[in-house]
């Protein structure tokens, strides 16, 4: 960024309208016809347009200093106002409740900038004056524009030096879990108890203006986190493993116990007429030897099959498990032949440990030879009687069997026993045998999107399965005492290490004393000095040292706004932003050597937060924020009109925003890409609801959009245009709000409260579609100001079904998928808006999307004081090429991240 | 009015007596009917309990010349004890002789703000405003459980379908403490039931002294914190403080009931994974646990918010409960053919399952006590919205409470025959309009409610005074 040039307003002025003059081409009616063919080239186009990246456009820090320009303004802009805009917004008459006569011009300490600032974003957007209003010439609309601009840039950085906004605030709740879980290196779901937290007005649920902290709460914090601890810690010699070695023989031999039986009553049945005995056992052997589907054993000598049995009753299927630890015995010819969707169940009875690795292997083979190897996902679950149930996936990632039938492999899943929630209840209090039953069992399902079934043989659970003792976990927190080292000594050992990192800070030694005093305290109530210091570090996370992000703490003399975090709390900010964590050890280090702030080494450490796994939570917290996921969470499709409609589907749905997000924040892409795309991420299902061919399985993956697909990009996806919709139809004015809300970042006025009623009761409008009953109710004059705003860029989606399908009838007549923009732009179908953004409005979206990126990234909304900060990372963004992980770097060299 | 007797001694004579007496029947927690059981209001446990089930959305006020107002009005037609109930609030027709409905009351702060803003002051009768700052101030319920002390467990059950605290003007909770700082309510069943039934330390003793001296440090460090902080800062720092403050009281709390064992009753019968795809038997399982934790005496003190206001949420999707995809639409839809019809059968639904409740109640005798549960139980059911988002002539009804003096059987109609109705047109929206004739402050009835509980509060938000007749 090159330094700052003090210059006098006049030229600034001329730099800024020369910046502005971009978008003063009244949209582009002109453009529209003679369109250029392709979307790349409009996009191209469009760059041109922007006034970050004009050539003459250097973004000079603006003169703050001096004051707010009334002269100017009484000289230059009100004449034009008074010619343009008063006679709907003056004296006379004040449309929309807006005078323009009244509101102060002072932007530095008046009260209607917020007023100024849509007046500036209408005459911007071309929205006013209204096409058959008064005229505005392009020069005067330049000259507003202009001063507009220029003196919101002023009065921000002026504001920004002198005002407080604070990012001060608690971890939210997933956060919180996640800081949990990577401080101490257990997985658990530590925020179960917590309350939900609230979202803010834009869907962000990590704003420092929402979350508070109720008195509940804390306690919830404390048990939390010694639950935690207690997890993490390990007391005692290492505990007897149990060992469940199951083979498929011995699984089936109730199934042939049952075949048997059959076979026994028909022959009875025929005493009397060996023939017919014969005929009949013949016929019942036959059927034994049919695929009965599902799950089933197959003995392999014989070609028996029968269906793998279960029921609770009695526990009766409970396998009994050995403190003894035997091998793999060798492949038997009993297999169980688990086929897509279903599941082989080994019933375990009560002794599950309560904590510990579950360690499950199991030897299988993929039963056919060719096309894609199925997976198997680890359940668990448990009935104790008819209506006390529970079954829940385990396993985090699948296990793809690819061994061919003929060479068997073995596979593993080890999952945390802690992990697993709810157990069940009546465990330790009921025996085994009795109802409700106390037994538990695993599950190995198939997990369907193949047609090749599983063999497997043998299944092995083992449990406590640990491999070191003590477990990493322990010894991170408490390292071995050294002979003859008093407890207080070892205390303070364990406070000094494990302080700094929870805390994300060094820590002062009166710090470290308070603590030994608690220690001292608390070391009379317990039995155990490891027990007494659990309580002591339990206390360290429920501290605000620990809830508690960015303190504000300022120096003497110095404006909040400008104060810049020290290398801790920017440490802090960078996890909390990208990880949605806790720093880890290395930006702990350099934090400590106060390197952090280094633009080179915080450049290298963004991009080794952006490949750790742990980035993954940015995609999935951001996007599901800023985009509002909850609305297709929550969506209920009627069954009836989308018979293709699934809970897979909807999965897919959920997950494409993210993984298309990840796939921008990989590579680096445009985030023009949002707007349109050449490419989609997706998988077999959504491939499928798309009409992509060629793409199979559940992993998301880079495709190029086929020629002549209306894909590509976000807006067109299926799980926006669905949750967008009402589970029966498309609805035009969501998917408008919403884009305008969260794409555009230009939220209509706020919306009646109510969706327009339109009488249904009236034969005509009946027959109605929806877009026409909506083009009708927009004749009110009441309605006609707004939704002209808004209703023709939900139109624009038309041809996207409540599932977002694509469609080319509605009702039985042609989808119209065009509309009017109150300032006289027409959106014509989904290609045509995607012109319309990419051709006219680059510089709006990038900067919004700037806009929500440092909301995000800095958990408090963002105000009227950062706008010439955000002004200056769109520019560079821009110039740039507008990609994602260059936004993030930007935002995060900036001055806006790095200071309070 | 309120005997004096000392809480904590009264109330430990008759937990063991309790405890006795209903172990047994515990274990079975969704007990069959019991029948009648005779009503002696001379007498009584003096246990007094209350509970608020509060809805969102309002209720379906058609036009008089509409067709559907006789059969779908949620108000009754008539007044005083000559009324008849219409097909949205029939359900309750058994407990005519146990129930007040109320018209005609509102708060008056918040009348002119639209009323998606306004379940946050149902119980509170604040100035919560329509935007910018935001103040509330203490709930109904908290005055009551405060007056209680010590005499339960827990001082009150704080539950919502949307769980936590919501935001401002959007609370998905109705209980608010005495700063007026909302208390975040519980939506997960288990983990109501677990909060309630299920002992998590072995050794309280220690577990309570540890706590304290944890306290003390985190007070501490939290102190120290706030001596950093801006102004700006410390004043949202305040809770955290506040927090710490709270826990010390409960911990307290909870050492002094330390001696007396938690009741006995497995979660079997009950069905507490159950969620919303089962939204009937979601709504049951809540009212039943509030059912078993005042069988239990936990405690005395309920609110359950059935829904947050303007949809969007778990608690949308109850309508499916009647066939409906999603609960606030309904409130919309009433000018589409059948509307008021759909909005009726919704609201019928959520009064059918508060009957079920206090039939339940009723059919349970009160443990050491005379006449039933639902004689000691006050049960207030409203929203704070009428028609098409109008915050005026909330729709209340005052169920059980016998033993405490309530006139039930009645009507009190104070809106008269001009309740404002309708669909709306798609103009001015009702709650913007100008009213000539203002509602009686509904806080008058709070006054009355606090006064039947033995608190004796007047004014409650600014009001004084309680209603005559009931």
């Known amino acids: 960024m090159p330094p700052p040039l003090m210059l006098d307003t006049t030229t600034l002025r001329r730099i800024a309208a020369v910046l502005c003059a971009g978008t003063l081409s009244l949209p582009a009616q002109s453009e529209i016809q003679d369109a250029p063919s392709s979307l790349d080239e409009i996009r191209r186009q469009g760059a041109q347009k922007s006034r970050y990246l004009a050539p003459e456009a250097g973004t000079p820090e603006p003169d703050a200093a001096s004051g707010p320009d009334l002269e100017g303004f009484a000289r230059d802009i009100e004449p034009i106002l008074r010619r343009s805009c008063y006679e709907c917004h003056g004296p006379d008459e004040d449309e929309g409740g807006v005078r323009l006569d009244e509101m102060d011009p002072d932007f530095f300490a008046g009260e209607d900038v917020d007023w100024w600032l849509d007046v500036l974003a209408v005459l911007t957007n071309g929205e006013m004056p209204p096409v058959d209003g008064p005229k505005l010439a392009d020069e005067d609309r330049a000259r507003v524009i202009d001063w507009l601009s220029l003196e919101t840039q002023r009065a921000s950085t002026n504001r920004r030096a002198s005002r407080a906004h604070s990012s001060f605030r608690r971890l939210t709740r997933y956060e919180y879990d996640y800081a949990l879980q990577d401080l101490l290196g257990v997985s658990y779901d530590f925020a179960a108890d917590l309350p939900p937290d609230p979202a803010s007005e834009d869907g962000f649920r990590n704003s420092s203006e929402t979350l508070h902290i109720a008195g509940s709460q804390l306690r919830t914090y404390l048990d939390a986190g010694r639950r935690a601890l207690e997890l993490a810690t390990v007391t005692g010699d290492r505990p007897t493993p149990l060992q469940w070695s199951v083979s498929m023989r011995d699984l089936a031999a109730r199934e042939w116990d049952g075949q048997d039986q059959q076979l026994d009553k028909v022959r009875k049945q025929h005493e009397g007429d060996p023939a017919k005995a014969q005929e009949e056992v013949d016929k019942l052997l036959a059927r034994f030897r049919n695929p009965p589907g599902g799950t089933w054993f197959e003995d392999a000598a014989s070609g028996r099959k029968a269906r793998q049995s279960w029921g609770y009753n009695g526990a009766s299927y409970a396998r009994k498990p050995s403190e003894e630890l035997v091998d793999l015995p060798a492949p038997s010819d009993h297999v169980a032949v688990v086929t897509p969707n279903s599941s082989l169940i080994v019933e375990l009875g009560d002794r599950v440990p309560e904590r510990g690795p579950l360690r499950v292997r199991f030897r299988a083979s993929r039963a056919d030879g060719d096309g894609r190897a199925p997976r198997v996902r680890l359940m668990f679950g448990w009935q104790a009687s008819n209506d006390s149930r529970s079954l829940i996936e385990v396993s985090e990632e699948d296990v793809v069997v690819d061994a061919l039938p003929d060479a068997p492999a073995v596979y593993t899943f080890e999952v945390p026993i802690s992990r697993i929630y709810p157990r069940n209840l009546v465990r330790g209090v009921h025996k085994l045998g009795d109802l409700p039953s106390p037994s538990e069992y695993i599950r190995l399902a198939h997990a369907g999107g193949t047609s090749s079934p599983v063999r497997i043989d043998h299944v092995e659970i083992t449990a406590p399965a640990y491999d070191t003792w003590p477990p990493a976990s322990h010894t991170r927190i408490f390292p071995d005492r050294k002979p003859n080292e008093g407890e207080q000594k070892y205390a303070r050992r364990v406070l000094e290490g494990f302080l700094p990192r929870a805390w994300r800070r060094s820590v002062t030694k009166q710090e470290i004393t308070q603590k030994l005093a608690l220690f001292r305290r608390v070391r009379a109530e317990c039995e155990s000095l490891q027990e007494a210091l659990v309580e002591v570090l339990a206390t360290t996370l429920a501290s605000p040292n620990f809830l508690y992000v960015t303190a504000s703490d300022r120096k003497e003399g110095q404006a909040e706004g400008a104060a810049p975090l020290t290398d801790a709390e920017l440490a802090t900010r960078l996890a909390v932003f990208l990880w949605c964590s806790v720093p880890d050890d290395e930006l702990l280090a350099l934090a400590a050597e106060e390197r952090l702030h280094e633009p080179e080494v915080l450049a290298a450490q963004v991009a080794r937060m952006r490949a750790d796994p742990r980035a993954r939570r940015f995609a999935h917290h951001f996007v599901h924020q800023w985009l509002n996921l909850e609305l297709l969470e929550f969506l209920q499709v009627d069954r009836k009109l989308y018979r293709n409609f699934d809970a897979k589907l909807k999965a897919a749905m959920l997950a494409e925003p993210v993984a298309f997000f990840d796939e921008l924040l990989r590579a680096d892409r445009s985030v023009l890409d949002v707007v349109h795309a050449d490419f989609a991420v997706v998988n077999e299902r959504l491939a499928t609801h798309y009409g992509f061919e060629g793409v199979e399985g559940d992993d998301f993956r880079v495709v190029p959009v086929p020629a002549n697909a209306p894909r590509g990009g976000l807006l067109t996806q299926a799980g926006i245009l669905a949750m967008n919709s009402n589970g029966e139809d498309s609805h035009p004015i969501k998917r408008a709000v919403w884009l305008m809300e969260r794409i555009l970042n230009d939220p209509p006025p706020p919306p009646p409260p109510a969706v327009p009623e339109i009488d249904l009761a009236d034969p005509e409008i009946a027959k109605m579609t929806l877009k026409q009953r909506l083009e009708d109710h927009r004749n009110h004059a009441a309605c006609m100001s707004c939704h002209s705003k808004i209703d023709p860029w939900g139109f624009a989606f038309e041809n996207f079904d409540a599932v977002g399908a694509w469609r080319s009838e509605v009702r039985g007549q042609p989808v119209d998928a065009s509309g009017t923009l109150f300032n006289g732009q027409t959106l014509d179908g989904v290609d045509g808006l995607k012109r319309f953004l990419l051709g006219d409005r680059q510089d709006q979206f990038v900067r919004g999307m700037v806009e929500k990126l440092a909301t995000f990234a800095l958990g408090r909304p963002l105000v009227f004081e950062d706008r010439a900060a955000l002004d200056r990372i769109t520019a560079e963004v821009r110039r740039n090429g507008d990609g994602l992980a260059t936004i993030v770097t930007t935002l995060v060299q900036s001055d806006l991240f790095r200071s309070r | ?470």
């Open chain 2, 1 to 470: 009015m309120q005997r004096n007797v000392g809480a904590t001694e009264y109330a430990s004579i008759d937990r063991r007596r309790f405890l006795r007496g209903s172990a047994a029947a515990l274990a079975l927690p969704c007990l069959p009917s019991l029948g009648r059981v005779p009503v002696s209001p001379a007498a009584g446990s003096g246990i007094k309990r209350f509970v608020c089930v509060y809805f969102p959305d309002g209720v379906p006020m058609p036009l008089r010349e509409d067709p559907a107002f006789q059969e779908w009005s949620w108000f009754p037609h008539g007044s005083g004890r000559d009324f008849q109930l219409t097909k949205v609030l029939d359900v309750l027709e058994p407990l005519r002789s146990d129930m007040t409905i109320v018209s005609g009351m509102s708060h008056p702060a918040v009348r002119a703000v639209h009323g998606h803003s306004n379940a946050d002051q149902f119980l509170t009768g604040a100035d919560t405003g329509a935007v910018g700052q935001y103040r509330n101030s203490i709930s109904l319920d908290q005055l009551f459980a405060a007056h209680l002390g010590e005499a339960t467990r827990y001082s009150s059950l704080v539950m919502s379908t949307d769980g936590g605290t919501g935001t401002p003007r959007g609370a998905h909770t109705v209980s608010f403490d005495r700063k007026g700082r909302a208390i975040p309510a519980e939506h997960r069943p288990r983990q109501i039931f677990e909060s309630l039934f299920v002992h998590r330390d072995g050794d309280a003793a220690r577990r309570a002294a540890v706590s304290g001296s944890a306290l003390d440090d985190l007070l501490a460090d939290a102190r120290s914190l706030r001596s950093s902080l801006s102004e700006h800062d410390r004043e949202a720092f305040e809770e955290y403080l506040d927090a710490v403050r709270e826990t010390e009281q409960k911990m307290e709390r909870a050492k002094r009931w330390q001696r007396i064992p938690l009741p006995k009753v497995d979660g079997h019968g009950l069905d507490l994974e159950v969620g919303m795809d089962a939204p009937r038997a979601y709504f049951q399982t809540m009212l039943d646990l509030v059912h078993l934790a005042f069988r239990t005496d936990s405690t005395r003190v309920a609110t359950y918010q059935v829904g947050r206001e303007n949809g969007v949420g778990h608690s949308d999707h109850l309508a499916k409960a009647v066939g409906f995809p999603l609960a606030h639409q309904l409130s919309h839809d009433t000018k589409n053919p059948g509307g008021w019809k759909n909005f009726g059968i919704y609201c019928r639904f959520l009064a059918e399952e508060v009957g079920r409740f206090a039939q339940k109640l009723k059919d349970t005798p009160e443990p050491g006590g005379d006449g039933s549960m639902l004689d000691h139980t006050l049960i207030l059911f409203g929203s704070a919205s009428s028609a098409f988002h109008l915050s005026r002539n909330y729709p209340l009804v005052l169920l059980g409470g016998k033993s405490m003096g309530f006139r039930h059987g009645q009507y009190l109609n104070f809106i008269g025959d001009d309740a404002f109705g309708g669909s709306w047109n798609g103009g001015t929206e009702p709650w913007q309009r100008e009213f000539d004739k203002d509602d009686v402050p509904l806080a008058k009835l709070y006054v009355t409610m606090l006064q039947k509980l033995g608190v004796e509060t007047d004014p409650f938000a600014g009001v004084t005074g309680g209603i005559d007749g009931l």
